[in-house]
T-cell receptor, first 114, second 115 residues
Framework: DTEVTQTPKHLVMGMTNKKSLKCEQH?????MYWYKQKAKKPPELMFV???????INESVPSRFSPECPNSSLLNLHLHALQPEDSALYLC?????????????FGDGTRLSIL | QKEVEQNSGPLSVPEGAIASLNCTYS??????FFWYRQYSGKSPELIMF????GDKEDGRFTAQLNKASQYVSLLIRDSQPSDSATYLC???????????????FGQGTILTVHP
């Protein structure tokens, strides 16, 4: 079990649906991240939040909308996704202080778009 | 474009042998280096990190860093079948002067330890 909890573990949705992925950590980390990982590929950074503010958006399509309601929670709102968006979505968190802080990953949400 | 390259796999070693995983990176400003292990269908798990030149040991794992050569490696001693996984090298560079960094991953090396 990891200290970063992601729900749901699996999600199947149609292209017209709206759903949300959730991530929670209680390690006191003030940086939180969303990654996308396709099969047999490394994780790709999507968004970074620091102190609950969006700091990095890696040119992610607007059908992905992140939200950080407080220091422990990170959401990813999904709308009008495409089949190519099917992937493992990983949340990670780390301390802020210097770039040496390791990132800790949750178990991920496996998303399938029909 | 910051790049991280890992030795092409898959790598197959017998049980009890030393597995050697290598990684090079292009950004000389990189500050810290991480090795993640990822079992099939699971999320990456942090197993080692290193910031300073030299060796860092943790149990059966040794990370080696040479910043002059822009090279980082992971040695796994007494390899076990349970070590069979994909090993991801990740390099952390400060993102525009911020204090949290950005991870750039290599493509991963698949390690198989056979009995």
């Amino acid at each position: 079990d990891t200290e970063v909890t992601q729900t749901p573990k699996h999600l199947v949705m149609g292209m017209t649906n709206k759903k949300s992925l959730k991530c929670e950590q209680h390690m006191g980390h003030r940086a939180m991240y969303w990654y996308k990982q396709k099969a047999k590929k490394p994780p790709e950074l999507m968004f970074v939040y620091s102190y609950e503010k969006l700091s990095i958006n890696e040119s992610v399509p607007s059908r992905f909308s992140p939200e950080c309601p407080n220091s422990s929670l990170l959401n990813l709102h999904l709308h009008a996704l495409q089949p190519e968006d099917s992937a493992l979505y990983l949340c990670a968190s780390s301390h802020i202080g210097d770039s040496n802080q390791p990132q800790h990953f949750g178990d991920g949400t496996r998303l399938s778009i029909l | 474009q910051k790049e991280v390259e890992q030795n092409s796999g898959p790598l197959s070693v017998p049980e009890g042998a030393i597995a050697s995983l290598n990684c090079t990176y292009s950004d000389r400003g990189s500050q810290s280096f991480f090795w993640y292990r990822q079992y099939s269908g699971k999320s990456p798990e942090l197993i080692m990190f290193i910031y300073s030149n030299g060796d860092k040991e943790d149990g059966r794992f040794t990370a080696q860093l040479n910043k002059a050569s822009q090279y980082v490696s992971l040695l796994i001693r007494d390899s076990q079948p349970s070590d069979s996984a994909t090993y991801l090298c990740a390099v952390n560079s400060e993102a525009g002067g911020t204090s949290y960094g950005k991870l750039t991953f290599g493509q991963g090396t698949i390690l198989t330890v056979h009995p």
